[in-house]
Structure formats: structure tokens, C-alpha cells
């Protein structure tokens, strides 16, 4: 039987309190917190994550769609376009695209 968000969310908890700096555990609640639509946690928690790991770019397609469910749209079109920046800087051009259509659909 899979784990429900707010199991996971539980057991991340415990693992931040071990290592209140470990990236990963603030990316996975970051995640959790976006699946349980609790969207301010979710930003803090992307921030966090962010000061202590140079992410590949998942992680702004978590941000930017909060900030957006939030109607911060200033601010998740820049969570989008530094998706891109940290998407190419990675080699995922992939992704760097899925950010570029998305600022395409809602900002032009």
C-alpha cells in the first residue's frame, strides 16, 4: 500500500529534525507539502532547499506552480525562468522547454 502525503510529510519531519540541513529532506517536504496543497510550506520549504543544493531544475516546476495556485505571478514567472537557467546549466533541455512553454501559456 503507498504512502500518503501527509505519512510522508510525517516521516520527512522526523529525518529534518536529525539534520535540520540535509537539501533532499527539505526537497521532499517541499513535495509534500505541494501534493497536501499547504503551498506557503511548500515555497519555504523550496527556499531552504535551494540555499543548500544548486538543484538540477525539478524543483521550480514545484515552485513555480505554487506561486502560480497562489496568484504570485511575478514570482513564479521568475521561478520558471531560473527553472530554464538551472535546467540548461544541468543539460536537461527537456525540461528547460516544459519551463519555457509554461511562461509561454501564462505570461504571452
Same mark, same amino acid.
Not at 45 to 61: C, I, P, S
Given at each position: ?7 510522508? *510529510? ?5 529525518? *529534518? $529534525? $536529525? ?5 533532499? !529532506? +527539505? ?10 496543497? %499547504?503551498?506557503?510550506?511548500?515555497? %519555504? +520549504? !523550496?527556499?531552504?532547499? *535551494?540555499?543548500? #543544493?544548486?538543484?538540477? /531544475? #525539478? !524543483?521550480?516546476?514545484? &515552485?513555480?506552480?505554487? *506561486?502560480?495556485?497562489? $496568484? @504570485? ?9 531560473? /527553472? !530554464?537557467?538551472? #535546467?540548461? @546549466? ?15 501559456? $501564462? &505570461?504571452?
Amino acid at each position: 500500500m503507498p504512502i500518503s502525503p501527509a505519512e510522508r *510529510l510525517a516521516s520527512l519531519k522526523a529525518l *529534518l $529534525e $536529525e539534520d535540520p540541513n540535509d537539501a533532499f !529532506v +527539505h526537497y521532499g517536504i517541499a513535495d509534500a507539502y505541494y501534493k497536501l496543497g %499547504e503551498l506557503e510550506s511548500c515555497i %519555504e +520549504h !523550496v527556499e531552504k532547499y *535551494l540555499k543548500l #543544493a544548486d538543484d538540477e /531544475g #525539478a !524543483v521550480y516546476r514545484i &515552485w513555480g506552480h505554487a *506561486l502560480l495556485r497562489l $496568484e @504570485r505571478m511575478d514570482e513564479a514567472r521568475q521561478a520558471f525562468e531560473k /527553472g !530554464v537557467e538551472a #535546467a540548461e @546549466r544541468h543539460n536537461h533541455p527537456g525540461m528547460a522547454d516544459e519551463y519555457r512553454d509554461t511562461i509561454e501559456q $501564462e &505570461w504571452e
